[in-house]
C-alpha cells in the first residue's frame, strides 16, 4: 500500500506515459535528455511520488557514462558500459521513455546477446571528485588494460602451444612466448592492476 504524506504520497510504481510499461522503484530507466540529439541519460529509480494535483516525480540515481565522467571514455571502457554514480536528482516522470537493464559486468559477458536495453557496470563513480571503486582492476595482455567485453580475448589449446592437458593443468597463469619476451623488456607495475586517472570535468544534467 502507497505511503501517504501532507501533500505528497509514495507511488508502489508508475506506468510510462504511451506505454504498458511499469516501472517500479529499483528499476534502471532510459530519460529524455534536454538536448534532442543526445541519447537518453540512465538513472535508477530510488523513489516515486506523486503530489496532490497528481504530478508524479521520481528521485532518481545516475549513471554516468565513461565520456561523461572526468577521466574520459578509455580504451578498456566497452560500448554499453555505465558508472553507477553518487549523483541524485528528482526528475518528473514524464521524462522516463523506457526501461533499460543495467547488468553487473559478470552477468553481461555471459550474454549470448546483447540488446539495446542491455547496459553494464562494474564502478562506482563519484562525480564531485572523479573518484572510482573499486580504483584499481584486474589487466590482461601485453597492452595491460583492464577487460572491454567488447574485445575479442583469444585462448589457446594446449596441443597449438606443444603443450600436454596435464601441463596447462599445472600452470597457475599462462603468457605466450611472445608476450614473455615483452615482460623481460619492460619494468613490471608495482600494483596488481590498473588505477583509474582522472581528468576534465563531465557533463552535469537539467532537472526538468
Avoid at 21 to 49: F, H, W
Wanted: net charge positive; glycine share 6%; charged share 30%.
Amino acid at each position: 500500500m502507497a505511503k501517504t504524506r501532507p501533500g505528497k504520497r509514495d507511488l508502489e510504481s508508475y506506468t510510462i506515459r504511451g506505454t504498458n510499461k511499469v516501472v517500479r522503484v529499483g528499476d534502471s530507466v532510459l530519460m529524455r535528455s534536454s538536448e534532442n540529439e543526445k541519447a537518453p541519460y540512465v538513472a535508477r529509480v530510488e523513489t516515486i511520488e506523486a503530489d496532490v494535483k497528481g504530478n508524479v516525480k521520481v528521485r532518481v540515481r545516475w549513471y554516468y557514462r565513461p565520456e561523461e565522467s572526468m577521466g574520459g571514455r578509455r580504451q578498456f571502457h566497452g560500448i554499453k558500459e555505465l558508472f553507477l554514480s553518487d549523483h541524485y536528482d528528482v526528475q518528473s516522470a514524464h521524462t522516463i521513455e523506457d526501461k533499460c537493464i543495467v547488468h553487473t559486468f559478470k552477468n553481461y559477458t555471459k550474454l549470448e546477446d546483447v540488446g539495446p536495453e542491455d547496459y553494464f557496470c562494474r564502478f562506482e563513480y563519484k562525480a564531485a571528485t572523479g573518484g572510482f571503486t573499486p580504483d584499481r582492476v584486474a589487466v590482461y595482455c601485453k597492452c595491460e588494460m583492464p577487460y572491454n567485453p567488447d574485445d575479442l580475448m583469444v585462448q589457446y589449446h594446449p596441443a597449438c602451444l606443444n603443450m600436454t592437458i596435464e601441463q596447462a593443468k599445472q600452470l597457475d597463469s599462462f603468457m605466450c612466448f611472445e608476450c614473455s619476451s615483452l615482460d623481460t623488456k619492460r619494468p613490471h607495475n608495482k600494483g596488481s592492476g590498473s588505477a583509474l586517472a582522472n581528468g576534465k570535468a563531465g557533463h552535469k544534467r537539467q532537472k526538468r
